[in-house]
């Protein structure tokens, strides 16, 4: 398949750069692939187009405040994602603004509440030439601890952020999902963002279940596809986990013809690593699972998930559930009905 057949034309301003005031109140476009309708809806009434014994697959990872600001000695600025912890105790990390700091050179990561201050020291250990680099954070913390001090969520760079502390504590609360538990994530499953508590209990009492599986999403899911050819893009590796618990509630709802929901595109490749034939099983490590259309679902019935940028992997993987010409045609009807894009944005629910 050719990447181009992916693309589509977004008008920027439908790029959400802040969340729906309320979760709940996000629009919802709702596609039945049997007949093709679409239904213009608000996620608060999500439990219109969902039935008793129906099972919603969540992402459970918890995102870390993985963005930080540095400078060097010369008072340049520098901007970071942090990505991992080595076992050494090294960072890897994204860094903008890295052509011109040297191997072995000391950078400045600051203080989120107070940016003046010169909080922890780090020396530039190696660097790539897309901004990838190494870096030893001259302290006896582990990552995440310092992580709390210098970091802000790590917003996807079409949300334009700057250092302000106001923002970040807002932001800090809005893209993170209410039932975020698994710390490890340095992005968003941003379907998940539209629910709040009350929604969740308002399904359990319809009689729909829920099941969690994690997986730590990573700064590739940003990432376009720069090949011609899908076929020849290499998708990153993301840490997924499906335990024996819920695996067993996915199993039952499967057993007894419930329809499994899978709530974003995370979701579904959880679910689709550990599916063997029309089950799954408890399993954990890397996926690096790349949904195309051609792809045959074992496990997921219908999703839930937001829209996405062209020629992504993540359009693929809708495209594959939904059909390209059915997806594309769904997405130029939410263009056309002002629908917002990306992370911040509105939802699809896709049956």
């Known amino acids: 398949m050719r990447t181009e057949e992916l693309d589509y034309y977004l008008p920027p ?29 608000r996620f608060s009434s999500i439990c219109d187009f969902l039935s008793a014994g129906d099972c919603l ?32 105790g090294a960072w890897e990390v994204m860094l903008r603004g890295v052509r011109k ?7 400045i990561l600051k203080s989120r509440e107070k940016p003046q201050t010169e909080t922890f020291k780090a020396v530039l250990l190696e660097k790539g030439t897309e901004g990838e680099c190494l870096l030893k954070v001259e302290t006896d913390k582990t ?14 760079p079409y949300i334009k952020r700057n250092d302000e502390p106001k923002q970040a504590s807002e932001d800090k609360i809005r893209y993170q999902t209410v039932y975020a538990r698994r710390k490890g994530a340095v992005a968003a499953p941003t379907a998940g963002l539209h629910f709040t508590n009350e929604l969740i209990e308002k399904l359990k009492n319809k009689g729909i279940t829920f099941a969690c599986v994690t997986l730590h999403v990573g700064a590739g899911t940003f990432l376009p596809v720069t090949t011609e050819n899908l076929e020849d893009h290499k998708i990153h590796q993301e840490w997924f986990s499906v335990d024996k618990e819920n695996t067993v509630i996915i199993n039952e709802t499967k057993q007894k013809d419930g329809r499994i929901i899978a709530v974003g595109t995370t979701s579904v490749r959880s679910l ?25 679902f ?50 699809m629910l896709i049956l």
Do not use: W
């Open 272 to 296: 689709e690593t550990a599916a063997i034939d029309s089950r799954i099983e408890a399993v954990k490590g890397s996926t690096n699972l790349f949904i195309r259309p051609g792809y045959k």
């Open 13 to 41: 301003q439908l790029i959400a750069q802040q969340p729906c005031p309320t979760r709940t109140e996000s629009r919802l476009l709702v596609f039945n692939r049997s007949d093709g309708k679409l239904i213009d809806s």
């Open 57 to 88: 697959v969540l992402n459970d990872t918890k995102v870390l405040p993985a963005r930080f600001f540095a400078h060097r000695k010369t008072g340049a600025k520098l901007q970071g994602l942090f990505l991992a912890e080595n076992p050494d």
């Open 143 to 156: 990552a995440e601890t310092v992580l709390e001090i210098i970091g802000y969520p790590p917003l996807p």
């Open 298 to 347: 074992k496990i997921v019935d219908a999703m839930i998930t937001n829209f996405h940028l062209p020629k992504s992997t993540l359009l693929a993987l809708v495209a594959a559930f939904a059909g390209l010409d059915n997806t594309l045609a769904a997405y130029e009807h939410a263009i056309e009905q002002q629908y917002r894009f990306y992370s911040y944005g509105d939802a």
């Open 101 to 107: 700091v040297k191997i072995g050179e000391t950078i």
